[in-house]
């Protein structure tokens, strides 16, 4: 499976952006997609995940309500639809796949496959 994520960028404290996470090579439709971020200085850290097939969600406690994870089945894709960005949530954000269907996991080594990151920088 490769991974590209894009759609980061600049943002102002309040504003949204949109990630988006494009799988090729194989179907990620029976697995959990997760995105995690890391930021200057600091380890990564889950920050959501949805099974594919049921469409089931988990996020991480300080961007529920704010943030929003779906995919796409058409483009074998997966969106992070981020608003009331605050400067903490300055990160290089990826996407990963776990090849579990069931599970959702926060854990980073329960996922098989990471693509590259996008930037995301938010000013105050």
């Known amino acids: 499976v490769q991974l590209q994520a894009s759609g980061g960028g600049l943002a102002q404290a309040g504003g949204s952006l949109r990630l988006s996470c494009a799988a090729s090579?194989?179907?990620?439709?029976?697995?959990?997609v997760g995105w995690f971020r890391q930021a200057p200085g600091k380890e990564r850290e889950f920050v959501a995940a949805?099974?594919?097939?049921?469409?089931?969600?988990l996020y991480e406690n300080s961007v529920e309500g704010r943030f929003t994870i779906s995919r796409d089945n058409a483009k074998n894709t997966v969106y992070l639809q981020m608003n009331s960005l605050k400067p903490e949530d300055t990160a290089v954000y990826c996407c990963?796949?776990?090849?579990?269907?069931?599970?959702?996991?926060?854990?980073?080594?329960?996922?098989?496959?990471w693509g590259q990151g996008t930037q995301v920088t938010v000013s105050s």
């Open positions: 090579g194989r179907s990620v439709s029976d697995h959990i």
């Open positions: 949805i099974a594919w097939s049921r469409g089931s969600t």
């Open positions: 990963a796949v776990d090849l579990d269907a069931f599970f959702l996991s926060r854990k980073i080594e329960a996922y098989d496959y």
